[in-house]
């Protein structure tokens, strides 16, 4: 989808991605805070999670939440929160014809939150409703949980639900007060931006009733270490094993990094025909598995994951190492990385078909580091990638020896050690470390 990108430094420190998409026929909506979880201590760690729930309920205009998304929601438009251990975002769609209508409606339920006690009880009902439903989730509670004992800031489902208890109206009350500020806000709006509107926007965002602050958060300076023992989480209910591996390097990535480790995952498991996963399902070993990398604000990792049965893990864990191992030998078929690279080019460009897919390939990088991609490079990126480029990425982030081993389910822990020590033999100093 052909668009533009501008960025705006507002005056009360607040800043602005403007994604410009001639005559798009809806607009869409992010602003985020760096107002995550790990800005609480841990007793209040559902502060911010309720704290966002109840925000978009009564304000001064309007006296009840129903009476609030009645009124946003008349004409088909949709809003919604979401709260990380990093950030809360606020998100919004509507169609083009109300898109003042639908900015401000937004900007007064973050800007003017009533915090009424009555709509705090019922969302501490529904949140506690929404962690009893995720908890039943087997990947997410694993994720979690390894998560935090790698050391990043996280706690499980379970967790969450005991402590949901601590936390009062005053506290939510109290850190809305400290993270909504406009230094603290960043924003990426998409849409039919005419010069005019742009101005509006600016108008708007720059007459909101939010205190100025004092800066931006800064992202909490986790480290990974290294597991010695599987993390092991029985459940006599599940008859599969579920797992994660993870290894981590003490960097960030470069942006020619992630291109060339976004592909060696594609090549790896992403596809029905990649190295791992296409094997695996020749052998009738495992149904699907997933993978993916990020980057925290002073390392980089790379996970793989699946649900397997007990009898199936070896042979798949078999293959797992043996792929890797082939790729840090640099023995990868230059038809395998052509694939792999049309394969990304295809899922790029089904990624642009919407407004709102469009905004995404902005929002994570500017909410994370005030990174503005340049969109129209990705392609060329994709196909400068090099055999050398991933043969290095991917030794890289095995060589830090920093990963480990995650397993749920009623294998035991000798099995899940039985794991680890399978894959061991990918890092320079395996258990040893």
Known sequence: MKHTVSELVLQNGAKVLLVHVP?????????????????VEDSKWEAPHLMEHVLLGANKQYPKARVFQAEFEKNGAYNNASTSAYSI???????????????????????????????????????????????????????????????????????????????????IQAHYKRTHTTMNMRCVIAGNITPGRQKQIEYMLEQMNLPKGRTRFALPKEKP????????????SVKNVYFYLDTFMNRRM??????????ANT??????????????????????????????????????????????????????????????????????????????LGRFQRSA??????????????????IIEDYYQVPQRIKRISKEAIVEIMRALFADNIWGVGVLGSCGEEFAEQMQQQVAVLWPAGLQK
């Open 353 to 370: 078909q919407t407004v709102s897919g469009v905004a995404s390939g902005y929002s994570g990088m500017y909410f994370f580091d005030d």
């Open 23 to 39: 005559d798009a026929s809806v607009m869409t909506f992010e602003i985020n805070f760096r107002a995550g979880e790990y800005l």
């Open 225 to 236: 270490k290294h597991l010695k023992k599987p993390l092991y989480i029985h459940n006599d």
């Open 89 to 171: 975002t606020y998100e919004a769609e509507c169609a083009d014809f109300e898109w003042e209508r639908i900015l401000d409606l937004m900007l007064v339920a973050i800007s003017e939150p009533l915090f009424l006690q009555d709509e705090f009880e019922a969302e501490v009902g529904n949140v506690r409703e929404e962690l009893s439903s995720r908890s039943n989730n087997h990947f997410r509670h694993l994720s979690l949980a390894l998560r935090q004992i790698y050391g990043y800031a996280s706690k499980t489902d379970q967790e969450r639900l005991e402590l949901m208890h601590n936390v009062t109206l005053e506290d």
């Open 267 to 344: 090549m790896l498991v992403d596809t029905l025909y990649s190295k791992i996963l296409g094997t695996a399902r020749e052998q009738g070993l495992v149904y699907g598995m997933s993978s993916g990398f990020g980057q925290a604000l002073l390392n980089s990792n790379w996970w793989v994951g699946a649900q397997v049965m007990p009898k199936n893990a070896p042979k798949l864990f078999e293959i797992m190492v043996r792929e890797l191992q082939a790729v840090f030998q640099g023995d990868l078929d230059h038809a395998d990385i052509v694939a792999a690279q049309q394969y990304s």
């Open 254 to 263: 470069s942006e020619a990094e992630t291109d060339a480790l976004g592909l």
